[in-house]
């Protein structure tokens, strides 16, 4: 199983970006479709976007398109999550997951879930 990574979450003021990373220690996820999650305090975890494996198509949820972007990082056999014009409800915890399908569900991933990473939009 390939165990996942994330790091990057920090303290954010509303308008504000951050880049998020995802990485598998001695694995690249040059072959492996990701998927983003965020879990708000309280809430159920939600995917907000996916990249496929082969054609690198994104794909995101409406409430972050245009202003996060999912790639690949040759730099870190990585994937990052660029996040920007972030709001407020944008705090949470964000896990990075490989995933079967880009259908932004929990139940379309496998390997066992990291530790995420704390995002906290404040003024």
Known sequence: Q??????GGDLAQPGGSLKLSCVAPGFTLDYYRIG???QAPGKERVG?????????????VDSVKGRFTIARDTDINGVILR????KP?????YYCAPLY???F???DSFGPWGQGTQVTVVT
């Open 83 to 86: 996040m920007n014009n972030l």
């Open 36 to 38: 983003w999650f965020h």
């Open 2 to 7: 390939v165990q996942l990574v994330e790091s």
């Open 89 to 93: 409800e944008d705090t949470g915890i």
């Open 105 to 107: 569900a929990v139940g």
């Open 101 to 103: 399908s880009c259908h």
């Open 48 to 60: 907000i976007a996916c990249l496929n494996n082969g054609d690198n198509t994104p794909y995101y």
